[in-house]
């Protein structure tokens, strides 16, 4: 069964830092594109990050860049979001998904999400 499990995470103040993990299952997950998603309440769902299964080239949306790193561990079958300069608007349940490509619309496979509150 094809499965994608995101962990780590929690509640931090502004300017800490999370590390979230996308565990893959069911399917060799270095041979795919992962983005990691975000939805805040009363807003759109929004790609922040996303690496290729090709060669590794990584994508980060404006608002995170320089802030957070995308990276994979494929022994591990593992998709890290190294999120640091936390900031409140960075709140949101967070989703790895699988796919093809660094395109939303051709992401096949989702994970349940995690919750990323940032706060004073």
Same mark, same amino acid.
């Given at each position: 069964?094809?499965? &994608?499990v995101e =962990? $780590?995470?929690?509640?931090v103040?502004? $300017?800490? /830092? &999370?590390?979230?993990?996308?565990?893959? +299952? $069911? !399917?060799?997950?270095?041979y795919?594109?992962?983005g990691? !998603?975000?939805?805040?309440?009363?807003?759109?769902?929004?790609?922040? +990050?996303?690496?290729?299964?090709?060669?590794?080239?990584?994508?980060?949306?404006?608002?995170?860049?320089g802030? !957070?790193?995308? =990276?994979?561990?494929?022994?591990?079958?593992?998709?890290?979001?190294?999120?640091?300069?936390?900031?409140?608007?960075?709140?949101?349940?967070?989703?790895?998904?699988?796919?093809?490509?660094? &395109?939303?619309?051709?992401?096949?496979?989702?994970?349940?999400?995690t919750?990323?509150?940032? /706060?004073?």
């Open positions: 069964q094809v499965q &994608l =962990s $780590g995470g929690g509640s103040q502004p $300017g800490g /830092s &999370l590390r979230l993990s996308c565990a893959a +299952s $069911g !399917f060799t997950s270095g795919y594109a992962i990691w !998603f975000r939805q805040a309440p009363g807003k759109e769902r929004e790609g922040v +990050s996303c690496i290729k299964g090709s060669d590794g080239s990584t994508y980060h949306t404006d608002s995170v860049k802030r !957070f790193t995308i =990276s994979r561990d494929n022994a591990k079958n593992t998709v890290y979001l190294q999120m640091n300069s936390l900031k409140p608007e960075d709140t949101a349940v967070y989703y790895c998904a699988a796919g093809p490509a660094c &395109l939303t619309a051709t992401m096949r496979y989702w994970g349940q999400g919750q990323v509150t940032v /706060s004073s």
